[in-house]
């Protein structure tokens, strides 16, 4: 709970966290049913009043305490994440280090939740824009990122003033279970009671309750695509907002002047990084004809030089993937590709042995098929050749998902191209890197089926915030908008 109790709840079933590198079990906790999830929120809305009347300044403190204390664990809270998602341990460390960094951001931020000043048509009129805490707020995060995307809302939502309850994903329960005790020590110290909740719980009963509960005004949301849009009627059906992180199915762009040996290096990371598990991952290639037979000779030289293994490691680059689903997920995507013509240049295997283990695979597809409009979250990367950039743009933006996007080119004319309104449909367009390892300054989040939602950085913090248009009379008559004249003949006999 937010104020530093832990709450146990008899009817609650249990739920094991599973050491992906090993498949095997690393501890079991108790989960919460809805009427304990009801106690939480109830805790949360009662909390809000005092959070919300707090000078954001103030709540900047408590977000800086935060992060300090984050950074003081900052090892051995990355290491929790690569023992329970799979992550290599320097992705882990980095994941946490991000935590850190929107935490800053944040208290920077608490001095900063401006308005804007307008000129009014009215005499002796002053208007302007201000922004109020919203209330308490719902967030359900995903397993790939199981810290940072918290963070992301968490911090925002803080200095906000809004009060907030975390469902985290089933498959990282410690990683929230740390991260909330981080929470209870930081809030005490502060007085601060009932700002942070967690609940840890079946996604169904419980993110069904988040999504239906009118106490919650924003259900902040990072998933799937299927399970996005039945959170996104269920929030809107009670005219609730929703903020949404979906699928991604990113792609990268190899002009024939790029700087081949650095989009190598950088398609690397970003097709490969997390074992592909990132909504940001690299899933589709599209290379120059003229320059696309070296660019796969190089990507396959540096695949094959990849270490898969224990993530702890430092040596390996490769970790598991999150489940045997995952695995299963995997296998089916490259049998349905090589059905469409796919020839499989490197990897298409999963290893045996303990955990959950496959080879990063690179497929060279005769054209874009309906393989490649799908999602899978696994290492994937579907190679394609084209012959004129627009027609590479024009695949790139022929699929559903619209997070994440990026061109390799020494080409100016190229470049603004990409980045104009005839380029990448993208929320996320990059030149001359990968389209994974965004930094908090900038707002995260992408278009058609990513869910338009924006996190982290730039205005993302007005999500978290309720809107108020202000118009102030100094003078001593009534005036109103548009020169209308409307009952001053009777009020003034």
């Keep these: 709970m937010g104020d530093g109790r832990w709450l146990f709840d008899e009817a609650g079933s249990e739920l094991t966290s599973i050491n992906p590198t090993t498949g095997e079990a690393i501890a079991t906790v108790r989960q919460a049913t809805q009427p304990m999830y009801y106690r939480l929120v109830d805790h949360a809305v009662n909390s809000f009043p005092q959070w919300r009347d707090t000078p954001a300044p103030k709540r900047g403190q408590l977000v800086r305490d935060l992060g300090n204390r984050i950074r003081e664990l900052l090892e051995p809270l990355g290491e929790l994440v690569t023992l329970e998602v799979g992550k290599i341990r320097s992705e882990g460390v980095g994941e946490i280090q991000e935590m850190i960094d929107i935490c800053e951001f944040a208290v920077g931020l608490s001095r900063q939740l401006y308005g804007n000043a307008m000129h009014s048509e009215r005499s002796d009129h002053r208007m302007f824009e201000q922004y109020h805490p919203f209330g308490a707020i719902g967030i359900i995060s995903a397993f790939n990122f199981p810290a940072a995307v918290w963070s992301w809302n968490a911090s925002l939502a803080a200095i906000c003033g809004d009060t907030m309850v975390w469902k985290p994903s089933p498959l990282a329960p410690l990683t929230a279970i740390a991260i909330q005790n981080i929470c209870n020590e930081v809030s005490a110290d502060h007085h601060a009671n009932g700002v942070f909740q967690l609940a840890i719980g079946d996604s169904v009963e419980i993110g069904s309750a988040m999504a239906d509960d009118t106490r919650l005004p924003l259900i902040s949301f990072t998933g799937s695509v299927a399970v996005g849009r039945q959170v996104a009627a269920r929030v809107a059906a009670r005219l609730g907002r929703s903020l949404l992180e979906l699928g991604g199915n990113n792609a990268v762009i190899i002009e024939p002047d790029a700087d081949l040996d650095m989009a190598v290096q950088a398609v690397l990371f970003a097709a490969v990084g997390t074992t592909g598990q990132r909504c940001t991952t690299t899933r589709r290639l599209f290379v120059h004809r003229s320059v696309a037979n070296q660019v796969v000779q190089k990507l396959a030289a540096a695949y094959q030089k990849t270490k898969i293994g224990d993530p702890m490691d430092p040596s390996t680059t490769v970790g598991p993937l999150i489940s045997s689903s995952s695995v299963k997920h995997f296998l089916a995507a490259i049998e349905r590709a090589q059905t469409e013509g796919g020839q499989v240049v490197v990897g298409g295997r999963a290893l045996g042995g303990d955990g959950f283990f496959v ?25 394609v050749e084209y012959d004129a950039l627009a027609d590479a743009i024009a695949m790139q933006n022929a699929v559903p998902q619209g997070l994440s996007s990026a061109l390799f080119t020494d080409s100016i004319t190229s470049s603004e191209l990409f980045l104009s309104a005839r380029g990448s449909d993208c929320g996320i367009a990059n030149v001359n890197m990968g389209t994974s390892g965004a930094e908090i300054g900038g707002a995260f989040g992408g278009e058609k089926d990513t869910g338009g939602g924006r996190e982290s950085g730039s205005d993302a913090w007005k999500i978290y915030m309720r809107r108020q248009t202000c118009t102030v009379n100094w003078s001593n008559r009534v005036a109103l908008a548009q020169g209308i004249r409307f009952g001053q003949d009777v009020t003034q006999r």
Excluded: C, G, N, R
């Design 359 to 383: 080879e990063p695979t690179i497929i060279k597809m005769p054209s874009q098929t309906p393989v490649m409009h799908d999602e899978v979250f696994a290492p994937i990367l579907y190679v």
